[in-house]
């Protein structure tokens, strides 16, 4: 047995949203052996999704330390230039320029000295910039393939531009779980999984709504939940304008029709119908066997990302459900999707935890990080990114980079949350009506 099997394991988490840091936490847990003593710490990268203490609760993973940082903050903590001990396992849960950015930050801070693995990957249905996100990716020591379906795609892309495939490691979405649905609940529940920017339209949110309380008054004895992900002024993983929260204010609501929040698992766990269209919560379901429905009233079309259902057995409309239509989902899709309602789910990770443990015995320690995106093969393209994150081309700190060797102080800390009020402000009501005035 590898000795990384059985010692003291130390892994950070840097992610970017209440999503991704639920997907990085939970993903640096299974990754670990379960012998190991294992102590997480977490880091919230500065910006515009960076989650609240609500939505961190909401989540509900937890971790031994947990603190806000801007890039250089955190490339300064993985390069022992502060207290900070060394890591043995880094999970960058990150937008791909986020990723691209941080492994060139890597790599100038740590050179050819020790590092600790880097692993990296998708928080759920991988349907939109599938070359774009990959390369972003690439240079991690894993990227990680929530499914079969997924691994052969992400394969394909680096081969096809020559660069190394080995880090594609297929796994499965770590928040997969819970208990198998077994019959009807009483009251019979449906519940409308959200999402933030699927669609990205009034028209089109309003009809949803419209028909998700049209179905609660034409099914009295059903009781028929919207599932929210955030609160209005918070964000997410992408950006959501219109919250259903606005939009359902003056509606006349029947009385079994309710909007609620908190953990999708503990959702699941009364759901009887999940309707969505196209979020991951639907995997999430069908690997618990609920029935689901991925919506067609839009159409099928790739930026809603419900293509991604095609072959699944799952499409339907509101007509159809309004008439009693329960979708049967195809297994052989639901297989190659990593879903594993077959029971297989336990074993889904074991390669990774192979690939992982052999890295951090790997006699004389790791190479240096090793992105296909470099000055030399992007030159147009990736100086802009690490610019955002206040990196130079070689991926050093920028003079004035915002950086501090001890934690804001109380003045910062308040023009920090001011700032990213007046940002989601922006976002969410002056971004659409200067929209709206354009399009008149």
């Avoid at 999704?49 to 955190?74: H, M």
Wanted: aromatic share 6%; charged share 25%.
């Amino acid at each position: 047995m590898p000795a990384s099997a059985t010692k003291s394991l130390r892994v950070a988490v840097l992610a970017d949203s209440d999503t991704r840091w639920k997907w990085g936490a939970l993903t640096a847990q299974r990754l670990t052996p379960a012998a190991a003593e294992v102590r997480l710490d977490g880091y919230l990268l500065r910006g515009r999704a960076t989650p609240t203490a609500r939505q961190l609760k909401e989540v509900g993973v937890p971790a031994d330390s947990l603190r806000e940082v801007t890039a250089v903050e955190f490339l300064r903590a993985m390069t022992g230039e502060t207290e900070e001990p060394a890591y043995d396992i880094l999970v960058l849960s990150l937008v791909g320029g986020g990723v691209q950015a941080m492994l060139h930050g890597l790599r100038a801070a740590w050179g050819s000295g020790k590092r600790p693995v880097v692993v990296t990957g998708y928080v759920g249905v991988v349907y939109e910039k599938l070359a774009d996100g990959l390369l972003l990716r690439h240079g991690a020591d894993l990227v990680l393939a929530n499914s079969r379906h997924d691994a052969d795609r992400f394969r394909a892309v680096y081969e096809g531009v020559g660069a190394d495939a080995s880090s594609v490691t297929e796994v499965a979405l770590p928040f997969l779980g819970g208990t198998p649905y077994t019959g009807e609940h009483e009251p019979y529940t449906v519940v409308f999984a959200a999402q933030p920017s699927v669609p990205d339209n009034r028209r089109d949110r309003t009809y949803l709504l419209d028909r998700l309380i049209d179905h609660a008054r034409k099914h009295p004895e059903r009781e028929v939940l919207l599932k929210l992900r955030s609160k209005p002024g918070e964000h997410t993983t992408h950006i959501e304008e219109l919250p259903y929260q606005k939009l359902a204010q003056g509606k006349d609501l029947p009385a079994n029709f309710r909007l609620v929040y908190g953990h999708m698992g503990e959702v699941l766990d009364r759901t009887d119908l999940l309707v969505t269209v196209s979020s991951t919560a639907a995997l999430e379901a069908l690997h618990r066997r609920i029935p689901t429905a991925v919506l067609t009233d839009l159409g099928i079309r790739e930026v809603l990302g419900n293509h991604h259902f095609t072959g699944s057995g799952c499409l339907a409309s509101w007509e159809q459900l309004d008439a009693g239509h329960r979708p049967v989902p195809d297994e052989e899709w639901v297989a190659r999707q990593g879903v594993a309602a077959d029971g297989s789910y336990d074993t889904a990770f074991d390669t990774a935890r192979e690939r992982i443990a052999k890295l951090l015995d790997r006699p004389g320690g790791l190479p240096p990080l090793n992105p296909y995106y470099t000055p030399e093969t992007a030159p147009g393209y990736l100086p802009g990114i690490l610019a955002r994150h206040h990196l130079g081309p070689d991926g050093a700190p920028l003079p004035g980079a915002p950086a501090a060797d001890k934690a804001p102080g109380p003045v910062r800390q308040i023009v920090r949350r001011a700032a990213r009020g007046a940002y989601r402000h922006g976002v969410q009501r002056v971004a659409p009506v200067i929209r709206r005035m354009g399009e008149l």
